[in-house]
């Protein structure tokens, strides 16, 4: 790769602000191998396997219907068709559930892919910093708040298994390979990647294209004109699913998918879910590109041109046009560059400016915090911070600070600080879900306190401090210090371990294993393998316990901007089971603001309503937490969890109500 220093425009004589460019990753010691093994030991803190859940249902149910296609066959999710025939993923990870089971083929495969996007993360960032800041970088991608998206679900290096980790993974890899000259490599890495997830791959795409453009616009455009001839042609062709480029999305359609799945799009977002998280990743992404020159400058440029090309697609195809084809591929996921761009810019600028003296050090300590309070100020404190240090660095010498004035600036830090440390109050005191890191704690527990201070900043620092004690007392190279670096990496990892065990998850099945035979036992003689369940709660009793279709939940309709059918039959289903009084309506509908509240105002259902949802002949049975009268045909007790379940046959109460 051609090296190419990087220089301030404005003082060309002063110092540099930024490593030159950095060859292809540094000689591996021993040193190296303990900051390998400190990484690990953060990975397994941050990353905890909690079981299927989140989208790993989706994909699991997709997995298990490649096995076995009947019991599925009437399923909601399946009715219209999925999303699965667009991805490879579904027959890999149905390899992986046949021969080691759905929970341990799970989290092997996620463990794989949690392994390579490491590894991709390292090969990337090794060409970009050295010396301790190349690990802090790496554990900050990991600690740091890093979802992307208006609810808080998607993220970075999810603990949860889903093709986005291998996507994110190759597609770090392929601009790893672009950066390095090794571009040969982009004709294998992103076809797979696209056939892994294509949705989270053309943000790669787009990356390269115009970091290849950068260099030489000849090289892009036959790439260009024939990509634009490929897409006419299949629109005009009609091929799937590029003839809906042409489409409309009628408002029926559109008004269910705003109020259901909010985050794809513009309209259904809100100004404060986004524009802290814009304003921090962009300020600090397109400083970093400021401070720099050649293929470095080209890297942020390009990776926050990308983000801002996502944004106005998603704008014009959701808001203004209402294009199908334009919300189907979700162009704002390319925030996910932008986000993984600002953690490796926030590295490199502490890594060149922490040393500089203490107008910088004030400066930077903003960014930081900044990044941790982006769900509040941290958008203007951060925009303002990058203004400031873009603006001493282009002065040939920091300027002078007297005392007083750097009292008053502390002073001002630490008001920021508290306001920052109060927020993370305020939001321990609601039931916030940030999925990236996933430690469970019921609202007013006496821990939920702190573990929201260590989700949304408080790990990254306690990450630093581990990364940089362990560099320094490594590098001494003395038989004391070296104990003293592994005696904190083991504690580390045992500890991480400890957790990973101990540590209570909100989001694991809650059914003990007497539970589940129980259910089981009870449940599965009366329901015929062809049988469409409604189980209230969890969709995953269902699918996974029963291995019985589902009715109706909110996950089976997270794919409803992909087909109409889907939106509409699942958006009557979800209305008739509100009668229930079922938390899947409310949890899942965004037009309840309040869910809470919401909650404590239903009421249980009676037999009127258990009627009027078993009068829709789709439905076969009914499993609910209460008893209804003396209608349920089978219970099933778990005294782990102190619950029963009550099976309903919808066949028996329809015939009731013929024969009145």
Known sequence: MTQVHLQRPAAPAAPL?????????????????????????????ARPWAGIWHDTRLYAAQAMRLLNPGPFEHDLFFMFG???????????YSAF???????????????????????????????????????????????LPSDYDPIKAISLAEPYLTPRIFAEALGILAIACLLRGKRRWLALLLPLSLLIH?????????????????EDPRRVLPWLLAGALAVGAGAALDLVPLQRLWQTMDPQWYAGVARMTRLVTWDGWEFKDMAGHIAVAFSLVLTAAWLSTGWRARFYYCAALTGALGLLATWLGTSVFHNVLLLQIQTWRALWLVQLASVLALASLLAAFWQRGRVFQLVLAACVLGMFARDGYGGVLTLLACAALCWQASLPAPAPMPNRLYGYACGLLLASLSLWVAEVDA???????????????????????PVTLLRLGGNALLGMALMLGIWQAAGRRTLGAWLLAGGVVGLAAAGALWLRQAGASNEQMKASPQGLQAIRTAFLPLIPASATVYWEGDVRFSWFVLQRASYASPPQIYGMVFNRGNAMEGMRRLDRIERLGSPDVVTGNHRYRDVSSVLARMQPANAGDLAYVCADAALGFVVLPQKIAQLAVARADDPAYE?????????RLRAGMASH
């Open 198 to 214: 294509p949705l989270m791959t053309l943000a790669t795409v787009l990356f390269c294209l115009l970091y290849l453009a950068s």
């Open 97 to 143: 559930i046949q021969a080691l089971g759905l929970e341990a083929g799970s989290q092997l495969l996620h463990l794989l892919g949690s392994a390579l996007w490491l590894a991709c993360a390292w090969y990337l960032l090794a060409g970009l910093l050295r010396g301790p800041m190349l690990w802090v970088a790496l554990a900050w991608l990991l600690l």
């Open 82 to 92: 999925s999303q699965d025939q667009f991805t490879l993923f579904s027959p890999l």
């Open 643 to 651: 619950r029963s379940y009550f099976l309903y046959d919808c066949a």
């Open 17 to 45: 602000p930024l490593a030159p460019p950095l060859a292809l990753a540094p000689r591996w010691d021993a040193r190296q191998s303990l900051m390998l093994l400190a990484l690990l030991a953060v990975w397994l803190y």
């Open 427 to 449: 939001q321990a005191s609601t039931p916030l879900n940030v999925l990236y890191w996933n430690y469970g704690v019921d609202v007013g527990d006496a821990m939920h306190g």
